[in-house]
């Protein structure tokens, strides 16, 4: 059982009870949208394709052509409005986590 709590900016993910917490605060997530958080996070020092998405977070072969990833992508963009942690996309490839700066 995966028990570990993944901290990532002000974000903090705890894997045994699926809670996502911005600065100590729940944040609701559905559950597509906390496994590709989870996903993120744990990959955050690289980007990750859409393909890549598809495949480990909705088990898509990446021959389907699916709107998925944008769609949840979108939706946890708004989530997060309040943490310094950003969904950032690599044009033509997919996205990454990033850490906003105090000025951004």
């Not at 570990?4 to 903090?12: C, I």
């Not at 946890?76 to 105090?102: D, T």
């Amino acid at each position: 059982e995966d028990d570990r709590v993944l901290q990532f900016g002000d974000l903090s993910i705890d894997s045994g009870s699926k809670i996502v917490k911005i600065s100590g605060n729940e944040l609701a997530l559905t559950p597509n949208e906390y496994e590709l958080l989870r996903y993120m996070v744990e990959m955050k020092d690289r980007a990750v394709s859409r393909d890549e998405l598809l495949e480990n977070i909705w088990g898509f072969k990446t021959e389907i052509a699916t709107r998925a990833t944008d769609d949840t992508v979108r939706r946890l963009r708004k989530k997060l409005e309040q943490s310094k942690v950003q969904v950032e996309a690599v044009w033509g490839y997919g996205f990454r986590l990033k850490i906003l700066e105090n000025n951004e």
